[in-house]
Each structure stands twice: as structure tokens, then as C-alpha cells.
């Protein structure tokens, strides 16, 4: 570790999104040159969800940081063919190679954030344990299994004002209270409790709860703890989407190292409690991020929810009371010990408390995974974390919440981020996706493509969601197809309405939301499909047509060699010509054209 | 118990009888038990699942239940590459139905089925791979690809033909 007396330390990208751009290569890059130099720097494989190292501005990716005597100089863009420079110039020859370095935008990315849960994230090594205890790690559930009282912790938890990150916003410190103090069945009655890590991220468009577990498994392992010496449970699962490999593996590791410190396991730390952790992986049905759907995926059954009450609480998994928590509301509560209910409480609004990791993506310049504090605006986020809208494009509306969700226009990008705000406005915080839409996207498409989406995933259990979501979907597509009546305005509310009181779990109550916020703020997009068969945005394909502008085209053939249907014909150097009866409107002519030739009306 | 191992090989047999044993007969083994017998077989066979449900003394019609209602399992056999599309929404804004028309087509897969007819390609979409700020993500054998488009995803696809064309090749 020490050379010439410096310390150097190197930290490679290694979430999904660094492996996706080559951080392994990269960081085998450094390995074999540093060996070759023979500089015994430490080589971190330093992760964090998508981004790892990157500290979730994964579009950058591989981001890599050389850290000499806590000087730290942070790379972008690295391939592994560009180790060699850095390895020469930076590590052995002491001058940083400036024009990889970060920029400006980089900083700004960071400079309105606020980490917690994420602050590790990116830093430590997540298969490392000994990284994670140097930190602090551990010592939360330490503090609280010696010293503290269930009900001392209880407490600290409900005054922070946590709420469950997972979407519905339910206090959490509520929750632990009442599985404490379930009553045994029968006096024979072991009272067996369960602790449920929810890792179920279904929503299309979030990746925080992958996130927080890739680039820091032990801080959710470590909630779980405190939470199970809090309500008095033995045996916690985490149910996670079998999509998130690098997850579970990490999960895996995580687990087996701590049974080996005794963190997890019999007499957990000498205390006399038992808890240990089992990973069920789900099997492809985001129904399965409701609670009880969970739990009977996890028993073995189809994942179809069941009446509430009696709520998890009092009888979850196996009959037995069961705390279901989010990702990174455990991942919360090593913090909360740590640094105090006060501290925690002192972030955030008046009933939105601390801090809340969203998935920033779509048309925004830099995309990626971001902490802030709850009550920031709509527009800090977008316009200086997110950079502002790629390609200079208008920005048009952020849509927040998945398929439960609804958008925010323009007009409202004042707004603050909290969780009654966004009711308010018609949309929620949820898990935390926040995807920004641009002058591009066509808002009766987007409902369309979630009420595709919740029709597909409804469980068929409830009549209401079942066919209800299926008849949103069918007249929303028969909108996009210029088939609209004028009758469907007032039809798509009122099922919408009857969809929304009548189902049965929460995904059949949110599902029409996409369609009531969008009805709501972009009526006229709606208007402009069924009276003049448009659409304004030019996305949905039967109401548009490619054309080639004879004056523009310079006869380079570039579109005829893309067309995958053969409809563009013209002799080299002559303006070319599309048979707008066989063409299928991919769009590829429109994105190939330098001379912007080809326009779509 | 009898039928179905008349129908399955002695390998596959013993296969099968590993899996039960080590995933234990309580009812939260059914998954599990599903979600092995699909990475080791490829898919779900309808002896493999009788077989299970025999063992775990269930009915059949529950492994069934369970094995339709959950999108990770295969009921048929799948060929011997798979593409991923990403349907996540922040694909879905960043064109990922256009890169899935252009798979379909350059694949050779027939509409309205996931699996070219030699075997040799399967498409399947999937909701969301959770890798939104690098999209749109298309996954070819396990190996994500980021940030695609209509002239790099033509260019996977050629790789991926070629590629199997050799191996093909190395069998003969």
C-alpha cells in the first residue's frame, strides 16, 4: 500500500453499468500494469449499484478514481486501453491526465445531493465486510443489541419520521410497534416473527433498491438486524427480482460473511438473539412488490394478494406477524442509530423526513442514480443535478412512480418533492423512478405503454383490475391508432375512477393513475389524436408519415441502405423517393439523414 | 410416478431427484425447486414438473399454477441464444420498440413467437433489467449492451450470427 511513501488508492467502477461498459477489464488493466510497475497500490472493486465508484452518475461509466494521499482525481469514459497513460503519467509520473478527468457537470451532479444511504455506495468495497466495519459499519446494530431496549430503538425510529421508502410512505417506526407487540397465539405459542427485506423493484424505469444493494449490502443487513432485535423476530428473507444477479450474488457474500463475525446467526454477538437471513429470489411478477403477494410468493404459491386486513403485521408469512420493509428504509436505519433520530428528522419537510434515492433517467443530460433531501424542487433536480435536457430539446413532463404514477408538467416543475405534494399533483414518490419526458414523447403513448404494462402484470385474481386495465389499455391504443371516439375522454375517467375504488391491491388502485394524470395535464394531446387524427409529439406511428424533401435530399443513399423495407428508391446522386405504402415508419431514414432530408408529419 | 419416468432419462432422473433433495418438500421449496430444474434443463418440461409434484406429494395442477403464472419460466424449450430486449419505460422513450422490431426481423423470428424455428434464437423482453441510465439495454447471452441503436444493434446481431455459425461449424 505504501510507495515512496504515498498512498494510492484506485476505485473501479463495478455496478451493472460499469461491468456493462468493461470496469472488469478496466480494473484487470490496472491489476497487470500496476504489477508490471510493481506499485502496490490497492485495487478496490469498489461498487455501488449501476455505477459503482461512479457514485451514481453511471452514464459516465467506467468512472475511475486514483486517490494519492487522499488526493482524489476521478476519470470518466475509461477504456481499458487508457490505463496505461494514467498508470504512467498520474500514478508513476505524479501529473494527472487532465482532459479525462471529470468536468464541471460532474460536480454539479453531486454538489445538490445529500448521501446517506448512498454515502458508502461507491466508495467501499461491497464484497469487503472489513470495509464496511472500518467505516462504522455495524456498529448501529452493536449500539443497539448492548445497549438499547427494543422499545429505546422503536422509539428512535419513530421520531426520526422515516417512512417506508418503498412507495406507500407508512411511518416505519409504527410498523415495528405493532409486530412487537403481537401477542403469542397460544400460551404454547413460540411467537415466531418475521423481518421481510422488500428487493422486489419492479417498477420499469428504478434501480435504487438494486443500487443500494450492489455497492452496500451490509448496511440492508444490518437494518434487518436492528429491526429483528426490535420486533423480536428470528428469521428475515430478502425477496429480490431474479433479474439482479450481481445483487444477489453480492447479498450472497454479504451474508456468509457476516455469519462468519457472528452478526448473523445463533447469539448474535453474544447477546442470546437468534436471527439469520435467507435470499429468495422472485421469479418475474412485479404483483409480487405487494405485500402479500410477497408472502405467497415466498410460501410457494402464485403471487396473488389477499384481502387487507389483517395486514402483515399481524398475520404475514406463514400466519405469522411479519414486518415488511423496503430496501432503503432499512438501509435507512444504521444511519438513524448512528447519528440520531434528531439529525435524521432535521433533514427533509415537515412529514417527509430525511432523504429519499431516485433513479433519474430518460431525456435528461446526466442520468443516473441521486440522493437528495425531501423538499427539494422538481427543477433542482432536473435542471442542476440532471444537467437539463439532452439534445437541447424542450422539456415537457417528469414521470414519477412507475405504473402507479403520474406525471408533472412543466408548469409545476416548481413543486416540491415530498410525499403529499406529489399526491397532490397526481403523482407519487414511490419507489423513486423519475423519468423526464421531452417535446419527443407523446403522453397518451406513455399511459398507453403502462397500461400495457399493469394490464400484462395484473395478477387476474380481481375482476376490476383484470379487465378493467385491459379496457383502459384497448381504448388508449385504439387513441394512438387514430381510432378514437369522442366518447373517450369521459370513458377512460369514469373507468379509470371505477378501476381505481374497486381493485383489490394497491397495483389495480394505482393502475389508471398514468392515464388520469396525463388526461389531466395533457388533455389537449389526447384532443389532437381523436378530433384531427394527430399526434403532436409525432411518436405514435399510425398517425404519421416519412417523407423525403426532393429540394434536401442529396442522394447519398444512406436511407436506402437502412430502409429494412425496401421503401426508398433513386439513382446515386439524384433525390430519392419513399413509397409511403410499404413503409413501416421504424423511423431509421429520419435518424440516418444528415441533410435533414426526410421529415415526419 | 410410474409414467413420468418412463418418459425421462436415468441422467435426468437422478437430476431431479438432487434438486428435491436439497431444496427440501416444505411448500416454499416449489420456486425454488422450478427455478432449478429451469437452469439446469433450459426449460420446464411437463415430465420435469409432474416429476417434482409426484416427489413433493403436491398436486400437479399446483406446480402447473405456479409455473404459468410467474413470467421467468419457460414452458417450452428456448434456443440455444438468447436476446434480452429491455422493455423498461426509459428504454421504451428511448426507442427500445424499434431495436425489438429490428431483432425480430434480423433474428428470424416468427410473429408472434418468441423462438426462431431452427432453434437457434430466442427474443424475449423482459420489464425492466434496472440499468435505465444507460439506455436502451439489450442483453445478448448475458452480456449487456448499452446505449443501442438501430445501426449498433445490426452490427450485434451480425457478430452474434457469425459467431454461432462457427460454432455450428465446430460440431460438424
Known amino acids: 500500500m505504501e510507495n515512496n511513501g504515498e498512498k494510492i488508492e484506485i476505485k473501479v467502477c463495478m455496478g451493472t453499468g460499469g461491468i456493462a461498459a468493461g470496469g472488469q477489464e478496466v480494473l484487470d488493466a490496472f491489476k497487470g500494469l500496476l504489477g508490471q510497475a510493481g506499485i502496490a497500490a490497492r485495487l478496490d472493486k469498489n461498487c455501488a449499484s449501476h455505477k459503482v465508484g461512479c457514485r451514481g452518475f453511471c452514464s459516465r461509466d467506467v468512472l475511475v478514481d486514483v486517490i494519492i494521499d487522499e488526493r482524489r482525481t476521478t476519470y470518466q469514459y475509461i477504456k481499458p486501453d487508457m490505463v496505461a497513460r494514467i498508470v504512467e503519467e498520474h500514478i508513476i509520473g505524479g501529473s494527472p491526465v487532465s482532459e479525462w478527468e471529470v468536468q464541471e457537470d460532474y460536480h454539479t451532479f453531486h454538489d445538490r445531493q445529500v448521501k446517506v444511504v448512498l454515502s458508502d455506495c461507491g466508495e467501499i468495497d461491497p ?70 427485506c422488500n428487493a422486489d423493484e419492479g417498477d420499469p424505469g428504478a434501480f435504487m433498491d438494486r443500487a443500494v444493494i450492489e455497492g452496500n449490502p451490509h448496511a440492508v443487513l ?46 448474535v454477538l453474544g447477546t442470546g438473539l437468534d ?49 415488511i420493509n423496503n430496501v432503503e428504509t432499512l438501509a435507512n436505519i444504521p444511519y438513524i442509530i448512528r447519528r440520531g433520530a434528531d439529525w435524521f428528522a432535521s433533514l427533509g419537510t415537515e412529514r417527509s423526513k430525511g432523504t429519499k434515492v431516485f433513479a433519474l433517467t430518460g431525456k435528461v443530460r446526466n442520468t443516473g442514480l441521486i440522493e437528495v433531501p425531501m423538499g427539494i424542487s422538481m427543477r433542482d433536480i432536473i435542471f442542476s443535478i440532471g444537467g437539463g435536457i ?101 370513458l377512460l375517467e369514469k373507468l379509470s375512477k371505477d378501476v381505481k375504488s374497486a381493485s383489490l391491491c394497491g397495483l389495480g388502485q394505482t393502475a389508471p393513475n398514468p392515464v388520469l394524470s396525463t388526461l389531466q395535464y395533457f388533455r389537449h394531446e389526447y384532443e389532437a389524436h381523436i378530433f384531427e387524427k394527430k399526434c403532436p409529439a409525432k411518436a405514435c406511428k399510425a398517425l404519421i408519415t416519412y417523407r423525403i424533401r426532393e429540394e434536401f435530399c442529396k442522394g447519398c443513399g444512406a436511407c436506402m441502405r437502412v430502409c429494412p423495407a425496401g421503401a426508398i428508391s433513386g439513382r446515386k446522386k439524384t433525390p430519392h423517393t419513399l413509397n409511403t405504402a410499404i413503409c413501416i415508419k421504424c423511423g431509421s431514414c429520419f435518424d440516418i439523414c444528415r441533410f435533414k432530408a426526410v421529415t415526419k408529419e | ?106 433474428l428470424g423470428i416468427p410473429e408472434g413467437q418468441d423462438t426462431s424455428p431452427d432453434m437457434n434464437y430466442t427474443l424475449e423482453k423482459i420489464n425492466c433489467v434496472g440499468a435505465c441510465s444507460i439506455a436502451p439495454v439489450i442483453i445478448i447471452n448475458n452480456g449487456v449492451h448499452s446505449k443501442m441503436n438501430a445501426d449498433k444493434i445490426t452490427k450485434e446481431v451480425i457478430k452474434l450470427k457469425g459467431a454461432d455459425d462457427g460454432k455450428q461449424r465446430g460440431k460438424d
Open chain 1, 222 to 267: 444490518e437494518g434487518m438486524l436492528v429491526a429483528a432485535y426490535a420486533v423480536g423476530a428470528e428469521e428475515g428473507y430478502i425477496y429480490i427480482r431474479a433479474e439482479y444477479g450481481l445483487a444477489i450474488e453480492r447479498l450472497k457474500i454479504a451474508i456468509r460473511q457476516a455469519r462468519e463475525r457472528n452478526l448473523l446467526g445463533k447469539n
Open chain 1, 390 to 490: 439532452e439534445g437541447g430539446k424542450k422539456f415537457k413532463a417528469v414521470q414519477t412512480g412507475g405504473p402507479s404514477g403520474g406525471c408533472i408538467p412543466e408548469h409545476l416543475i416548481d413543486a416540491k418533492v415530498c410525499y403529499e405534494n406529489l399526491v397532490r399533483l397526481g403523482a407519487i414518490v414511490g419507489s423513486g423512478s423519475m423519468i423526464v419526458l421531452d417535446e419527443d414523447d407523446c403522453m397518451v403513448h406513455v399511459a398507453k405503454y403502462f397500461l400495457n404494462f399493469t394490464q400484462t402484470e395484473s395478477c387476474g385474481k380481481c375482476v376490476p383490475c383484470r379487465v378493467g386495465t385491459k379496457r383502459l389499455y384497448e381504448i388508449l391504443d385504439r387513441i394512438t391508432r387514430g381510432e378514437g371516439r369522442e366518447s373517450d375522454l369521459a
Open chain 2, 1 to 106: 410416478m410410474q409414467e413420468t419416468c418412463k418418459t425421462l432419462k436415468a441422467a435426468d432422473l437422478e437430476k431431479l431427484e438432487e434438486i428435491c433433495a436439497r431444496r427440501g418438500a416444505d411448500q416454499g421449496a416449489v420456486i425454488p425447486i422450478l427455478q432449478d430444474i429451469q437452469e439446469v434443463f433450459g426449460y420446464l418440461s411437463e415430465d420435469a414438473v409432474n416429476f417434482a409434484a409426484d416427489r413433493l406429494e403436491m398436486p400437479r395442477s399446483h406446480f402447473y399454477g405456479v409455473a404459468t403464472f410467474y413470467a421467468q419460466f419457460h414452458l417450452r424449450p428456448r434456443g440455444r441464444n438468447v436476446v434480452t430486449a429491455c422493455t423498461g419505460t426509459t428504454c421504451h422513450v428511448k426507442g427500445s420498440e424499434n431495436l425489438i422490431s429490428i431483432l425480430g426481423r434480423e
Open chain 1, 275 to 323: 436471527f439469520d437471513v435467507k435470499v429468495k429470489a422472485g421469479a418475474g411478477a412485479f404483483v409480487c412488490g405487494e405485500e402479500t403477494a410477497l408472502i405467497a410468493s415466498i410460501e410457494g404459491q402464485r403471487g396473488m394478494p389477499r384481502a387487507k386486513p389483517p395486514f402483515p403485521v399481524v398475520s404475514g408469512l406463514w400466519g405469522r406477524p411479519t414486518v
Open chain 1, 127 to 196: 464484497e469487503d465486510i472489513d470495509a464496511y466495519i472500518d467505516g462504522g459499519g455495524y456498529g448501529s446494530a452493536r449500539k443497539a443489541l448492548t445497549t438499547m431496549t427494543p422499545e429505546e430503538i422503536i422509539e428512535i425510529v419513530k421520531k426520526s419520521g422515516i417512512r417506508g421508502r418503498g412507495g406507500a410512505g407508512f411511518p416505519t417506526g409504527v410498523k415495528w410497534e405493532v409486530a412487537r407487540k403481537q401477542p403469542p397465539k397460544t400460551s404454547q405459542d413460540k411467537n415466531l416473527k418475521y423481518i421481510i
